[in-house]
T-cell receptor, first 109, second 114 residues
């Protein structure tokens, strides 16, 4: 089973700061998903990547398959970015996704 | 565009009662999933349906049954609810059961077993 570690578990920052959330996993994968869970509970998929880097607005996700590590960056953070961010590596097949416990991010105005 | 719809949103049951959680998607997705989310733990897969007509156990299937009623609908049944099944349940769907397909989630069902 893939062991997934996210850091930090909790992060409080000021509006405008650059945010980095890290994800490490133990078993080689074919893709990794980043998800966002809003305070109301809904979960949305932010990124799915298998190599390199992807950017969507102020969000950037990177992955190093050899190092078994991925990062999610938020530039110019805003209070509306406050949420739980979850990484989920996948080896495909019957194992599906393995979810990290999440990073609880609070952006203060 | 509704995406993935779960009903009910909240439910309180007594130990031993049964209930069915409903899930429907309107994205013509082949694969559907049921997860549970507990405090301090990541989402855990209960059951999944890779395609219409098939269902398979996930990581934590004990105490649950599922039915893939048709391509749109995937239900989760608790036959005899136990307090350990108090959790938030999420249904999700994806185009195919492959790692390169993003999953779309419903809003969740908050279930309490007394």
């Amino acid at each position: 089973k893939n062991e997934v570690e996210q850091s930090p578990q909790n992060l409080t920052a000021q509006e405008g700061e650059f945010i980095t959330i890290n994800c490490s996993y133990s078993v080689g994968i074919s893709a990794l998903h980043w998800l966002q869970q809003h305070p109301g509970g809904g979960i949305v998929s932010l990124f799915m990547l298998s190599s390199g880097k992807k950017k969507h607005g102020r969000l950037i996700a990177t992955i190093n398959i050899q190092e078994k590590h991925s990062s999610l960056h938020i530039t110019a953070s805003h209070p509306r970015d406050s949420a739980v961010y979850i990484c989920a590596p996948s080896g495909g097949g019957a194992d599906g996704l393995t979810f990290g416990k999440g990073t609880h991010l609070i952006i203060q105005p | 565009n509704a995406g993935v719809t779960q009903t009910p949103k909240f439910q309180v049951l007594k130990t031993g009662q049964s209930m069915t959680l409903q899930c429907a998607q309107d994205m013509n997705h082949n694969s559907m999933y049921w997860y549970r989310q507990d405090p301090g733990m990541g989402l855990r897969l209960i059951y999944y349906s890779a395609s219409e007509g098939t269902t398979d156990k996930g990581e934590v299937p004990n105490g649950y049954n599922v039915s893939r009623l048709n391509k749109r609908e995937f239900s989760l049944r608790l036959e005899s609810a136990a307090p350990s099944q108090t959790s938030v349940y999420f249904c999700a769907s994806s185009g195919a059961y492959r790692s390169n397909q993003p999953q779309h989630f419903g809003d969740g069902t908050r279930l309490s077993i007394l």
